[in-house]
């Protein structure tokens, strides 16, 4: 199974940032207030003097539940499989996120591949000439050494998707295990369109990374048993098309016209995209002014509003996108 593919990724944490801080800091999750949290896809540093830059991967602000003064710093870095080196750069992050901020600064690692099986506790240290000089304590999940089970038990959304690239233990395979993934996910109440499918499409894009998962998976869709799941892991363009055609032929019916389908169909496809990207203006930033909404509602293009809901990830500010 392949690890983890970095925008993917991106994509789910800014979707879900409290399912990720629970599933990776969890002591932090229970002290801060879940709801403010909002992670930057990157920041840079200019080290000097060889002005080289780094990109943490998620970074977001935090502050107390109780207090909302007590503010600190989260910090999520994600590898696609693990190596030594990976420490020493969480580190220098770290330290350099500190720095920047002036707070403390909470800091998790997820592997897709390799490192600890599961979620650990780490502290390293640097050591010279006998002294400890400073520690840095962190934690780190790595997902394929992880009980898919575990996490499929789990309350958080976020858990049932990553679940797909965990270890298959009590499920007749991979395959298998992509639909229970998919089932939790399909039946599960509370979540709007747009996340849900998120969550799905994750499941189904690293289930069909591996060849033979992928042959177990498309055996098992086609089985009378799983053909409901089937119908409800779409795409979540094909369910906005499907919308649209929904409402472009009620039109048509009201209209005795064929223009009516057509633009029903349209306009079901183009407003679906359209709420897509708002909701993930809102995750990202918070609540998009009333101009930024009336920018989204002008885009009449499908492409351009996939352009646009893919660089939502990848930019620090509505700015950027040129939507103010």
């Known amino acids: 199974m392949h690890g983890i593919h970095d925008q993917l990724f991106k994509g789910l944490a800014v979707a879900f940032p409290g399912d990720l801080v629970t599933l990776l800091l969890p002591e ?44 600190s710093v989260v910090h999520v870095e994600h590898f696609s499989r693990y190596r030594v080196a990976c420490r020493s750069r969480v580190w220098d992050y770290q330290r350099l996120l500190g720095i920047r901020y002036g707070l403390p600064v909470h800091t998790g690692v997820v592997y897709g591949r390799g490192g600890p099986a599961g979620l650990v506790e780490n502290v390293d240290g640097e050591l010279s000439y006998g002294r400890m000089i400073s520690t840095f304590h962190y934690n780190s999940l790595g997902l394929s050494g992880a009980s898919a089970a575990e996490y499929l038990a789990r309350p958080e959304p976020l858990a049932w998707s990553l679940a797909v690239l965990m270890r298959p233990e009590g499920f007749g395979g991979r395959g298998d295990l992509a639909m229970a993934c998919l089932r939790r996910i399909a039946s599960a109440g509370g979540l709007d369109d747009a996340r849900r499918h998120l969550l799905l499409n994750f499941v189904r894009t690293y289930v069909k990374l591996d060849e033979r998962a992928a042959r177990e998976y498309e055996r098992l869709l086609h089985e009378p048993r799983n053909q409901e799941i089937e119908a409800m892991v779409m795409t979540w363009a094909e369910e906005v098309e499907a919308k649209g055609r ?41 609540a998009p002014s009333a101009k930024v909404r009336r920018r989204v509602g002008a885009i009449t293009s499908s492409r351009e509003l996939t352009r646009l809901a893919e660089r939502l990830v990848q930019v620090d500010s509505p700015e950027e996108l040129g939507l103010t």
């Open 28 to 71: 932090v999750a229970a002290r801060i207030d879940l709801g403010h949290l909002r992670f930057e896809s990157k920041e840079f540093f200019l080290d000097t003097p060889t002005g080289r830059r780094r990109f943490p991967d998620l970074v977001s602000r935090a502050r107390g539940r109780s207090d909302p003064d007590d503010e």
């Open 246 to 286: 929904e409402e472009g032929l009620q039109k048509g019916l009201e209209t005795g016209l064929k223009k009516g389908l057509m633009k029903g169909l349209k306009k079901g496809r183009l407003e679906g995209m359209q709420d897509l990207v708002l909701h993930l203006l809102r995750q990202r930033f918070g």
